[in-house]
């Protein structure tokens, strides 16, 4: 890596951190440097992109649990059914070529910016965090919800806000308390799994990992105390995905090419 490269990737890895703690998806930065700027392939990017992961849900972890945002008491379950789900997703994206990663991924990320767009539509619903949730519910609603974060986990704080909010029924602050232990408890199995296939770049992961770590432990303390702090956020995210879909739709390609031929 060069120091333009090193700078670049912990400034990414702090803005990337900071998404991921308020609402999620901030891999879409993290994954878009991985592949586009660094060249790794998909499934060696879809790995290395779990350290900084790791490492920014434990820093953001310490903050909610010191501001009581915590309510393991009523999700446990949730959690240990995450686990498992994400581990049968991992071993599906160990085997996923460069190409169809890049497939996955472009249609991921305009998917994901329209939940993006209306995920302020999820803020409106009334809260009841004592409503008890059947088994038959949470059981394949969290398996698969484990499942997609051990496979790509881009967009994973999305749909679980979703579920938290409108199944689970828990305060956003609290959802997104719950979304950062689920995630960093499967991150660091789901490493063990990409680790053994080698496919971890440790170098670059550790490097993102740092902005990362700073990132999620500066935005849960922001998050714990000032209401409504993940709007800005979700307006610089919306703002990336749409440049980064110009990106891998061509979009840039084709006026560059435009100029150069006008």
Not at 46 to 66: C, H
Not at 158 to 166: D, H
Not at 171 to 190: D, G, Q, W
Not at 212 to 222: F, L, M, N, R, S
Request: hydrophobic residues 55%; glycine residues 10%.
């Amino acid at each position: 890596m060069s120091y333009y490269e090193m700078i670049l990737a912990i400034g990414g890895g702090f803005f990337a951190g900071c998404i991921n703690t308020l609402a999620g998806n901030g891999s879409v930065i993290t994954l878009g440097f991985l592949t586009e700027v660094m060249g790794l392939p998909g499934n060696l990017a879809n790995g290395t992109n779990r350290i900084g992961i790791f490492v920014q849900g434990l820093t953001s972890l310490e903050a909610f649990k010191r501001n009581k945002k915590m309510p393991l008491d009523r999700t446990w379950k949730y959690l240990v059914t995450g686990i498992i789900g994400a581990i049968f997703g991992a071993w599906l994206a160990i085997d996923i070529s460069t190409d169809d990663f890049r497939l996955v991924y472009r249609y991921l990320v305009l998917a994901l910016l329209l939940l993006m767009i209306f995920q302020p539509l999820w803020l409106k619903k009334a809260r009841n965090p004592d409503h008890p949730i059947s088994p038959w519910i949470y059981i394949p609603v969290f398996l698969a919800l484990g499942f997609y974060g051990g496979f790509i986990q881009m967009g994973m704080g999305l749909f679980f806000l979703a579920v938290m909010l409108y199944v689970a029924q828990l305060p956003i602050v609290e959802s997104n308390a719950v979304k950062v232990f689920m995630v960093t408890s499967y991150t660091i199995v789901v490493i063990g799994i990409f680790q053994y296939f080698g496919l971890i770049d440790w170098k670059i992961g550790l490097t993102i990992a740092i902005g990362q770590g700073i990132g999620g432990w500066v935005t849960a303390q922001w998050a714990s105390t000032i209401p409504n702090a993940e709007l800005m956020a979700r307006r610089f995210l919306i703002f990336i995905m749409v440049l980064t879909l110009l990106h891998l739709f061509g979009v840039f390609a084709w006026i560059k090419d435009f100029l150069t031929n006008f």
